[in-house]
């Protein structure tokens, strides 16, 4: 009765035993590039969140001294008055039920810098806005903010071509 059996199941093919022996290599071989990936991934993020770190530190400080510059070239372009630079920052978002999957992008909005405003105010005038400055005014606020920046990182030289261009007679001798 089991040769009977026997007989009808037939024998063993070959081709099957190479087949899962093929199968099994290549397993094991996609199970350790996963690994490796996994791996990698980690290492991946962990060098991210200390690049982050890095480069926010040293986004503040040389804002900062930028701002701190600015305001000083400012006041002497325009005999007086202020200027300085203000980061600003999105709104943290507020997690709803909607939400709740989504924990990773939160995180990610949560004090995440939207940009740089600039704000300034010439001697006898109130406002901080750019838009209420004249186009002289606006001339020699950029003109400030590029000295700053290249006060605080300087270049081996820089070229202006016709910085001069926007001004009237009065504010060119400013420069």
């Known amino acids: 009765h089991l040769r009977r059996k026997l007989e009808q199941i037939g024998t063993i093919d070959q081709d099957v035993i190479a087949e899962h022996e093929e199968a099994k290599g290549r397993f094991e071989f996609l199970y350790a590039q996963v690994t490796d990936l996994t791996d990698a991934r980690g290492s991946l993020e962990s060098a991210i969140m200390e690049l982050d770190t890095i480069i926010q530190e040293r986004f503040e400080k040389n ?9 000083e070239y400012f006041a002497r372009l ?18 709803t039920e909607e939400d709740e999957g989504d924990e990773e992008r939160i995180e990610e909005s949560d004090d995440a810098i939207a940009g740089i405003e600039i ?14 400055l004249s186009g002289g005014e606006k001339a020699l606020t ?5 000295c700053a920046i290249l006060a605080q990182n300087p270049s081996p030289f820089v070229v202006l071509d016709e910085v001069d261009a926007a001004l009237d007679k ?6």
Do not use: C, M, W
Not at 63 to 71: A, R
Not at 83 to 88: C, I, N, Y
Not at 170 to 175: I, V
């Open 63 to 71: 804002l900062d001294g930028i701002s701190k510059k600015f305001g």
């Open 78 to 95: 325009f005999d007086g008055g202020t200027a300085r630079l203000v980061v600003l920052r999105r709104q943290a978002k507020k997690a």
């Open 119 to 132: 704000e300034a105010t010439p001697p006898g005038k109130k406002f901080k806005s750019l838009s209420f």
């Open 142 to 146: 950029a003109i400030a903010l590029l």
């Open 170 to 175: 009065h504010n060119s001798e400013k420069l």
